[in-house]
C-alpha cells in the first residue's frame, strides 16, 4: 500500500480555568489516503483515508466535504456520496474511513477534501491518476508459430507484440478470445494483424497468434505437341503430382522452370514449397519419306522429317517421258514437278509416274464397213503436244455421221466431237470411232382393208435403215386372216405373201398393198 500524507499544522492554545490550572490542546492532524498497490483498468477501487490527531486529547468529531468531477464516482461502504456535500467522521471511526472510486473514462480527475472540526478547517486534494492502473496481456500460444510473452502493463503503457510463424506457415493476426458465446464456444475476434503489433494499454487482454498454412501456387503450361495435368494450388509441403501428355505424333522431351531444365520425367510428384511455374515441351516424331520413281523417270527429296514439316519432292521426267504426277495408296497428290509434301504420319511412300511421250491413236468405224478414217501420221504414232487430224469418208449412202466417239464399247463410248474432220491435241493413248446411224425411212399402208383395221407400224412411220420391222393389222377377226393378201415394195427389192403379219428388212421408203378379199354371200 502506498500513502499521502497531508500534515495539518494547527496549533490552538485553549486557556482554561480550572483548579487555577493552564491546559494547552494541539490541534494538528494528518490526513492519509492509502491505495491498493495494483488497480485493475476499468475497476472501482478502495482507498483507505486516515486522518489522527496529533493530541490524543482531542477526540472532536470532524466533518468532511467532497467535491469530484462527474467522471467521478464515490462511495463510502453501501452510500453513494454525492459531490460538494459535507459528511459527518465520528473520532472512532477518523483513522480507518473506507472510500470507494470508480471512473467513467480512464483519466486524471481531482477529487477535493475540506476537513474541519470545532475550530478550524482546511483543504486536501487526492488526484485519481490513470497511471495508477494496471492489468496484463496474455498471450495464448498456438500452432504454425510462436509469439512473445506478455505481461503486466501500466495504463497507457505501450506494448510490442511480435510473431515468429513456423518456415511454411504465414501470420494471420492476432485475436482476442477472452469470451464466450451463449453455447459456450469461445469467441475469436480479430484485433489486428500487424506484426508487430504496438498499441497503448488500456486494459486486461488476451491475445492469440493465429498461423495458416502458406499455399503456393503450381502453373503448368505445354508447349506444342502436347498437354499438361496436375497444376493448381497446394499447400506447403504438398507434394504434388504433375503429369506431361504428348499429343499423337509428337515426344515429351522435359520440365523447364525459367528456360531451365527441371526435369525429364513426365510423370513425377514436385514438393511445394513456393510458387513453380513448369513448362511441358514436346518434340515432333520423325519419320521416313521414301520417294519412288517409275519408269520414265528419277525423283528426290526422300528421307527423315519431322512432323508437320513439308518435304519437297522433285520429279525429272526422261527425254521421252513425260511426269504424270505423285501417287500415294494409288491417290493423285499433284501434278507439279516440284512438290511441297506434308509429313502426317509414319512410313510414307509417294510414288512420281511418268508415261510415254509417244502416243498410239488408233481409229476405227462403227458399223464396220459404213465408211474409212484418214489421218495425218500413217502408223498413227504421235508425239506428246502433236496435233492430231482425223478426216472419216462415208461408203455407204443409207448411213448418216454421228460424231467422233472414245472407245469401242458404243452403249458406253464418250462423244467427243461432231465436227469431220476433227482435230484435237495428242496427250494420251487412246482409240477413236467415227460412229454412224442408218437413214431414217417411211412405211406406207395403202390397199382395200376395212376401215376398223389398224395397221402396224402406222402409216407414215419412220424406221431406221437396216432395221427387221413386224408389220400387222390390229384389230382382225382370226376368220377373216385367210381374205388378206400383201405386198411390200422398199426401193430395191419386193416381197409378197397373205395373212395379217409379216416381217422385212428396210432399206428404203417402203410401200405395203393390203389385198381384202370378202367372202361371198351363201
Known sequence: MKKSIIILSILAIIISSCRNETKVLNYDFTATFEEPEE??????????????????????DMKMKISFPPNVSVSRGSQQMETNHIYDISYSEMENVKLTFEQTVIRDDTVKFNFANSYYNKDVKYVVSAKNYKGTVTIRQSS?????????????????????????????????????????ELISTLVSNENPYKFKFTGSIWLTPKFEISKYLLTLTA????????????????????????????????????????SDQSAQQVKMTRNITLEARFKPNTYMVNVAAGAGGQATGGGWYDYGS????????DETHKFDGWFENGKELSVAVTFNYEVKKPNNIVEARFSSKIYTINHAVYPSGVGTVTSNSP???YTDGDNVHLTVKSSNEHYVFDGWHEGTDYSKANLLSNNNPYDFIAKKNMTISARYEGKMYKIYHSGNIPNELEPIPAHRSDIQYGKEVYVRLKGIDSSDIGKLSWTVHDGESSKS?????????????ATVRWKWIPSLPQ
Request: aromatic share 12%; glycine share 16%.
Open 39 to 60: 488497480i485493475a483498468v476499468g475497476q472501482a477501487f478502495t482507498v483507505t483515508l486516515s486522518v489522527v490527531n496529533k493530541d490524543k486529547q482531542n477526540k472532536d
Open 144 to 184: 504454425g508459430g510462436e509469439a512473445s510473452q506478455g505481461g503486466g502493463y501500466h495504463y497507457g503503457q505501450e506494448v510490442e507484440l511480435k510473431a515468429t510463424p513456423d518456415e511454411g506457415y504465414l501470420f494471420k493476426g492476432w485475436f482476442d478470445e477472452s469470451k464466450l458465446d451463449d453455447n459456450g
Open 223 to 262: 508447349g506444342k505437341g502436347g498437354k499438361t495435368q496436375g497444376g493448381g494450388s497446394f499447400n506447403y509441403g504438398v507434394m504434388a503430382e504433375i503429369r506431361a501428355i504428348a499429343d499423337e505424333h509428337y515426344t515429351f522431351t522435359a520440365w523447364y522452370e525459367n528456360g531451365e531444365k527441371y
Open 310 to 317: 513439308t518435304a519437297l519432292l522433285k520429279a525429272t521426267p
Open 379 to 381: 502408223t498413227n504414232k
Open 497 to 509: 405373201g397373205t395373212g395379217d403379219a409379216f416381217t422385212f428388212t428396210v432399206k428404203g421408203d
